[in-house]
């Protein structure tokens, strides 16, 4: 997973210094900070997510700060709910925070292209019944996301509306059963989650 990241970052360095910006005839004047939230469908995968159903994706903070036409960072909140399938009264929620970089490609003066590879930290999931009691959750997880929108805007001050496409991949290292945190290599459960999510959002940049 570390060295995927590595070579996402190596390799948006290297466009980065390949393409200026005065060789784009169709940048736009971006706005350097924005702030947003989507709503979309979750496929989960991995040792934890082959036992839920597709599910119900929120983005619940999508931050952005932008240093230049190019580069900025994001920050996300994102949560997504599922169903056991061999239990359909108990409801499992998936959380984390995601951080990192920022890339924006301007394919016209109206639709441009994010690509942000993030750091998931505070990876964890709850269990809950249909009487919305919970004896478990899985925590201390960590993870990496390769998230992309497709933002229909000028950029400029006001509201845009994007496409997203993300892909989470993580690993939880303790499961609490009772009140009790049991670590998931002493019971030689492996804890890999991932997430599949294609939604849509939208956002205020100032």
């Known amino acids: 997973m570390k060295k995927l990241f590595t070579f996402i970052m190596v390799m948006l360095v290297s466009i980065g210094y390949s393409q200026s910006d005065d060789d784009n005839d169709s940048s736009v004047s971006q706005s350097k900070f ?16 082959e036992d839920l159903k597709t599910g119900t994706n929120f983005n619940f903070l999508n931050l952005g700060y932008r240093f230049s036409e190019k580069w900025g960072a994001t920050f996300n909140l994102s949560s997504s ?10 409801a ?7 951080i990192g970089p920022m890339y924006t490609f301007n394919l016209s003066e109206s639709v441009y292209w994010d690509i942000k ?5 505070n990876l964890n999931a709850s269990y809950v019944d249909d009487l919305g009691v919970g004896d478990n959750s899985l925590q201390e997880g960590t993870g990496f996301v390769f998230g992309n929108s497709l933002v229909f805007g000028d950029g400029g001050k006001g509201f845009s509306f994007s496409v997203d496409l993300d892909y989470m991949s993580g690993k939880f290292k303790s499961i609490e059963e009772d009140g009790v945190s049991v670590d998931l290599d002493s019971i030689d459960f492996d804890g890999a989650i991932s997430n599949f999510k294609l ?7 100032f």
């Open 92 to 98: 499992v929620g998936i959380g984390y925070l995601g």
């Open 199 to 205: 939604g849509v959002g939208v956002r205020y940049n």
């Open 34 to 49: 924005y702030l947003g939230v989507g709503l979309g469908l979750s496929v989960p995968g991995g040792d934890i997510g």
């Open 117 to 121: 590879p993030q750091y998931a930290f």
């Open 81 to 90: 709910g599922h169903i056991l399938k061999d239990d359909k009264n108990v």
